[in-house]
């Protein structure tokens, strides 16, 4: 089952990830995918705000570097698969050694490697509407999300 929600802006899409922020326990991965432009780190933005609201984090797409850490009592690592194309040689990197760890892990652009995504996750597809408006769909995947889709629910529709 999947859930839809729909933001009218980029102000919303920070709203519905601090919603989604505010359910993430140790372990959790959400996968991020949709094409350029579609709001992907603008929802992490809002997610890491809600993970942490009293600290201040710079958040920016991690396309460069790959991987981008957040520490906090949970910590965030966003990671930016857009550079890779899924090849032996990008098992280098780290992703799997990080997915399960003592944080949560932000993947944008996990459809680039699905062998990595664990089976236990909660997919988050964005898609462009308008140049602001984003629609964005979230399917559970595994009895951690299946079992928590009502909060996720609630989060969701409160966070616009």
Not at 32 to 56: R, Y
Not at 80 to 95: A, K, S, T
Request: aromatic share 4%; with cysteine.
């Amino acid at each position: 089952m999947s859930l839809g929600v729909t933001s009218k802006n980029p102000g919303d899409t920070h709203r519905i990830g601090s919603a989604l922020g505010r359910l993430l326990r140790p372990g959790d991965v959400l996968c991020l995918m949709g094409p350029l432009g579609a709001g992907k780190t603008c929802l992490v933005q809002g997610i890491v705000k809600g993970v942490h609201p009293e600290v201040s984090h710079p958040v920016r797409s991690p396309s460069f570097t790959l991987i981008s850490e957040y520490p906090g009592p949970l910590p965030i690592y966003h990671i930016d698969l857009f550079r890779l194309e899924g090849g032996p040689g990008d098992r280098e990197i780290g992703v799997e050694e990080l997915i399960g760890a003592d944080g949560c892990c932000l993947i944008e652009w996990a459809d680039r490697c699905p062998q990595w995504m664990p089976p236990e996750r909660l997919d988050v597809e964005l898609a462009i509407v308008s140049p602001t408006e984003r629609s964005l769909r979230l399917t559970p995947r595994g009895s951690r999300w299946i079992r928590a889709e009502n909060k996720l629910r609630r989060a969701i529709q409160g966070g616009v």
